[in-house]
């Protein structure tokens, strides 16, 4: 992928974890931090019972990060599909004789297009993941 299409897409996907942290998960490891301590409070507990009341306290946060991952590995396989397309196209173009110069446009147009599709999936993709995560710290 283009430099500066790559530039682009990685500068809105920052912006879009950055939003998920702050707004989402910073909370969840609050809570989990919190409920953690309460169970190293509880004196009469044994080793045992603390340890799964620990595990309990992470587990949302576990799920909300694992959403979160899922969801950008969907996102960067089908914007690598769409990459990985372009490439094909221009492969074939090559093969078929066209100039170089015309083909290394083709393939940054189609790039281009890539990047600006994506990019508006991303949106979407922010409002489903704060859904599943605002589920999930309930």
């Given at each position: ?5 790559q530039?682009?897409m990685?500068?809105?996907i ?5 939003g998920?942290?702050r707004?989402?998960?910073?909370k969840?490891?609050g ?7 309460d ?8 080793m045992q019972?603390v340890?799964?009341?620990i595990?309990r ?7 909300a ?5 899922k969801?950008?590995?969907r996102f ?7 990459t ?19 083909v290394?446009?083709q393939?940054?147009?189609c790039?281009?297009k890539c990047v ?10 922010t409002?489903k993941?704060?859904?599943?995560l605002a589920?999930i710290?309930?």
């Amino acid at each position: 992928m283009a430099e500066a299409q790559q530039s682009r897409m990685q500068e809105a996907i920052d912006s879009m974890v950055q939003g998920l942290e702050r707004e989402n998960i910073r909370k969840m490891q609050g809570n989990m931090f919190r409920c953690s301590a309460d169970c190293c409070e509880n004196d009469m507990a044994s080793m045992q019972q603390v340890h799964h009341c620990i595990e309990r306290c992470h587990a949302p946060l576990a799920q909300a990060q694992a959403v979160v991952t899922k969801e950008l590995e969907r996102f960067q396989d089908r914007l690598a599909r769409c990459t990985m397309h372009c490439n094909d196209k221009a492969k074939d173009s090559l093969d078929s004789g066209s100039k170089e110069q015309q083909v290394k446009q083709q393939l940054e147009s189609c790039v281009t297009k890539c990047v600006d599709d994506h990019v508006h999936l991303i949106p979407s993709m922010t409002k489903k993941m704060k859904e599943t995560l605002a589920a999930i710290a309930q």
